[in-house]
T-cell receptor
Framework: GNSVTQMEGPVTLSEEAFLTINCTYT??????LFWYVQYPGEGLQLLLK?????DKGSNKGFEATYRKETTSFHLEKGSVQVSDSAVYFC???????????FGSGTKLNVKP | DVKVTQSSRYLVKRTGEKVFLECVQD?????MFWYRQDPGLGLRLIYF???????EKGDIPEGYSVSREKKERFSLILESASTNQTSMYLC???????????FGPGTRLTVT
């Protein structure tokens, strides 16, 4: 089947620390991969995406590389800010399938 | 910018009431989705629609129905609200291919 597994949270970091949130996937075809972010009280916003193996998605200092050999799409940021505190969701979608598969979300808390 | 709007941010209903949640998107997207989000369970797909008057069940359709009479509007209906339907409801839309989904701000529904 198709599924996404994320590291459990919450993740608590100090400002300017390095962030990694792990995401691995299982897919029956060739998925596109996404990271979404949800700020408190809001809906999900697309953070970045990658549509094929070895693609790197990036936005707002966040990066993730589509690794087919390890079926992973880990989210990284070199220096987090308090404003990055949110819940992060990894997701996949498959060509010809009108469905997304979301991970359970990882809450990030960044302390000043 | 794609905009997805939901009819209410907060809603309080009584057990047994019929509840309508409305979602409107302004980008001519073919696909529209309804999810519910609960702590520890992530996002779960209730229903989705890939065209006007077309719908498919998601992972948890029991107790819900949907209506899509116009391309831009997708309604979620709770025929007889129950307390276990207290949740955050998120609407999303996307183009026909597995492009990113765009989310509304969510409706926090409380059933008492």
């Amino acid at each position: 089947g198709n599924s996404v597994t994320q590291m459990e949270g919450p993740v608590t970091l100090s400002e300017e620390a390095f962030l990694t949130i792990n995401c691995t996937y299982t897919a029956t075809g060739y998925p596109s991969l996404f990271w979404y972010v949800q700020y408190p009280g809001e809906g999900l916003q697309l953070l970045l995406k990658a549509t094929k193996a070895d693609d790197k998605g990036s936005n707002k200092g966040f990066e993730a590389t589509y690794r087919k050999e390890t079926t992973s799409f880990h989210l990284e940021k070199g220096s987090v800010q308090v404003s990055d505190s949110a819940v992060y969701f990894c997701a996949l979608s498959l060509y010809n399938f009108n469905k997304f598969y979301f991970g359970s979300g990882t809450k990030l808390n960044v302390k000043p | 910018d794609v905009k997805v709007t939901q009819s209410s941010r907060y809603l309080v209903k009584r057990t047994g009431e019929k509840v309508f949640l409305e979602c409107v998107q302004d980008m001519d997207h073919e696909n529209m989705f309804w999810y519910r989000q609960d702590p520890g369970l992530g996002l779960r797909l209730i229903y989705f629609s890939y065209d006007v008057k077309m719908k498919e069940k998601g992972d948890i359709p029991e107790g819900y129905s949907v209506s899509r009479e116009k391309k831009e509007r997708f309604s979620l209906i709770l025929e007889s609200a129950s307390t276990n339907q207290t949740s955050m409801y998120l609407c999303a839309s996307s183009l026909a291919e597995p492009y990113e989904q765009y989310f509304g701000p969510g409706t926090r529904l409380t059933v008492t």
